[in-house]
């Protein structure tokens, strides 16, 4: 059983990335493999309307979307964790959610019944919105979202400020628990 965090900052060892290990080191915990994969630093674009996915499991931009939609279909768990820009999730993680879900959509459904959840960060501003954007997207799948203690969002700024949010560390560290506890159930 395995659950994949994707960070989609464009910013390597932020924030997001922290509050994402943290949830996967909470799943760790319970026995489950895990795999952080930060976006950062990939060649991720947006979907171009080719309909190529209607007739192919396939995507043809070749950039590195589909190799990490292969590690999701595979992973019996998706977290997806974006920071907050402009009071939205980032262009990176809708890039890799809006091909990811049209491919799976397309062929078969493969996202369907895994287990699911966000995780949002931000300064200030814009979590419940951003929280919404990523929600949307395991709800239209159909994808299992297990809640926690609170609502999956931490605060922070500069690098490694998200550490002192402790609700919201904690919050993330309670989601991941209950993301390990729902794989065991569905997929043991
Ligand atoms: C282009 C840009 C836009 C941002 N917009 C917001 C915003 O709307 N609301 C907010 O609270 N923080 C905003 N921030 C701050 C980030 O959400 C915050 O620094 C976050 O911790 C970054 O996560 P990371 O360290 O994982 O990259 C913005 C940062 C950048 C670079």
């Known amino acids: 059983m395995k659950v994949v965090g994707i960070v989609g900052s464009p910013r390597k060892n932020g924030n997001t990335e922290m509050l994402t290990a943290h949830t996967l080191k909470a799943i760790a915990e319970e026995g489950l493999?895990?795999?952080?994969?930060?976006?950062?630093?990939?060649?991720?674009?947006?979907?171009?309307?080719?309909?190529?996915?209607?007739?192919?499991?396939?995507?043809?931009?070749?950039?590195?979307?589909?190799?990490?939609?292969?590690?999701?279909?595979?992973?019996?768990?998706?977290?997806?964790?974006?920071?907050?820009?402009?009071?939205?999730?980032?262009?990176?993680?809708?890039?890799?959610?809006?091909?990811?879900?049209?491919?799976?959509?397309?062929?078969?459904?493969?996202?369907?019944?895994?287990?699911?959840?966000?995780?949002?960060?931000?300064?200030?501003?814009?979590?419940?919105?951003?929280?919404?954007?990523?929600?949307?997207?395991?709800?239209?799948l159909g994808l299992v979202v297990p809640g926690s203690t609170y609502w999956n969002i931490a605060l922070g700024r500069e690098k490694g400020e998200v550490l002192n949010d402790e609700e919201g560390m904690k919050t993330a560290w309670n989601f991941g628990k209950n993301v390990a506890w729902a794989v065991k159930r569905l997929k043991g």
């Open 33 to 140: 493999d895990t795999e952080l994969i930060p976006l950062a630093g990939l060649d991720i674009r947006p979907c171009n309307a080719c309909m190529v996915c209607l007739k192919e499991e396939r995507c043809p931009i070749e950039d590195d979307l589909f190799p990490i939609y292969l590690k999701m279909k595979e992973a019996d768990g998706i977290i997806l964790a974006s920071p907050v820009y402009f009071g939205s999730a980032t262009a990176l993680i809708k890039a890799l959610i809006e091909r990811a879900g049209y491919i799976s959509r397309n062929n078969g459904e493969p996202f369907s019944r895994k287990v699911g959840g966000p995780l949002v960060v931000a300064r200030r501003a814009g979590h419940n919105f951003a929280l919404a954007q990523l929600t949307f997207w395991f709800q239209v």
